[in-house]
């Protein structure tokens, strides 16, 4: 299965991981990919802070990237079908072979 990233998804993506992986908040990041949306590539990351009772709480963020590179809440853009649409979502690392830059 070949997956097409556009030149300009490939920049906005690695231009956020970069700035996650700069922040102390943030210990966990993915890119999704979903072969039903093909146009549509997820960054999920993971926050992680402390509550004012002294527990740690976790909070989960996605990014949509779209082919012109311009990113969207992936939750608000798909709205009540979010939680459907994650489900086909799969990790994948960005030098994947399988991964061609149009």
């Not at 949306?37 to 990351?45: A, D, G, I, N, T």
């Amino acid at each position: 299965m070949k997956i097409l990233i556009s030149k300009e998804q490939a920049f906005v993506i690695q231009q956020l991981l970069v700035e996650l992986s700069k922040r102390k908040d943030v210990k966990e990041f993915d890119v999704l990919y979903n072969p039903l949306l093909p146009k549509e590539f997820m960054v999920r990351y993971k926050t992680f802070f402390v509550t004012e009772d002294g527990g740690i709480s976790i909070e989960i963020k996605y990014v949509c990237v779209n082919r012109q590179g311009v990113q969207s809440d992936c939750q608000e853009l798909f709205g009540d079908g979010f939680y459907n649409v994650l489900r086909d979502y799969t990790v994948i690392k960005l030098n994947n072979p399988s991964i061609e830059v149009i």
